[in-house]
């Protein structure tokens, strides 16, 4: 079984992530938002599913912005018992933190997301490999919703240089979605 070494890949990963110079991750996380408005997953996708990220992850409120501002339909996860479901938001005064992991959401009372609507979702991660395997925080909310029958958007990881696990132990599961494309700081 793997989960213990992803348990332990997931500590170490977070402690870099949270080491990371503030000075720094702003650099890094600006090098990531040009590239991603500069690419054609930002151009060519009109409903565009991604997460609200927490102080450690690459940041999102700003894209999140520009997405809004370019009159693309953005969605947000809310965290069920198992599963995400995904809201549109007009506006990021929209969300609610209401969970024990401080994380924004959309209220259940917006229009929830077809999942064969969306054209591109941006994915958070603790680490990832070189085979487009990430490592999430664990409770496998991305892998179940990511394997639904319907899902058929481009999944684009964001991701600081750092975050790749150099390590030639198999750390995956079967149960674990690859990426289709990153972006990484230059
Ligand atoms: N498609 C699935 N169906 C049922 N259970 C799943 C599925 N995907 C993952 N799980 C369960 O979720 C748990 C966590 O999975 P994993 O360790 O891969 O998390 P992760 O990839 O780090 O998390 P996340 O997907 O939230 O980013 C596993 O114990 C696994 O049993
Ligand atoms: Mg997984």
Redesign the pocket.
Known sequence: M??EI??QL?MQYLKILKNIDSKQKEQWDGSILQQFINSKYFHEANTIALYFSLPYEVETTKIIKILLENKKKVALPRMTE?NLVFYYINSLDELVVDNQWEIHQPKDTNQVVETKDLDLII????GFNKKNY??????????????TPNFKALKLALAYKIQEIQLDVFF??N???TFDALITNS
């Open positions: 793997s989960s992803k348990q997931r198992q994915l958070p991660l603790l990430r490592l999430g925080h664990g409770r496998g909310y991305y892998d179940r919703f990511l394997s995956v599961d149960w674990d979605v």
